[in-house]
């Protein structure tokens, strides 16, 4: 099993920039599939980005040319870059972890864009 936290989440303007960190803990971070997940007040939870232990990467329609998925499996983290933010971004953002059968969750992080 991993333990995941997620950061960096906040209050920005449409259009603006910002940058969430998952750090996880607990297993092989190298072999798992690595995702971020959002839910926005009233909606079901949507995947947003997906990162396979190949560095192989998946984007949300809504989402593509804007956010970008990386890790460092070294310092065990997964960053989700989002740039160009709109208000319908605003959401709580989830880390996630995946490998057969199991997932694995972070307790989220709200992001809220608006001026």
């Known amino acids: 099993q991993v333990q995941l936290v997620e950061s960096g989440g906040g209050l920005v303007q449409p259009g603006g920039s910002l940058r969430l960190s998952c750090a996880a803990s607990g297993s092989i971070f190298a072999i798992y599939t690595m995702n971020w997940y959002r839910q926005a007040p009233g909606k079901q939870r949507e995947l947003v980005a997906t990162i396979t232990n190949l560095r192989n990467t998946n984007y949300a329609d809504s989402v593509k040319g804007r956010f970008t998925i990386s890790r460092d499996n070294a310092k065990n983290m997964v960053y989700l870059q989002m740039n160009s933010l709109k208000p319908e971004d605003t959401a709580v953002y989830y880390c996630?972890?995946?490998?057969?059968?199991?997932?694995?969750w972070g307790p989220g992080t709200q992001v809220t864009v608006s001026s």
């Open positions: 996630n972890a995946a490998r057969g059968a199991y997932n694995g």
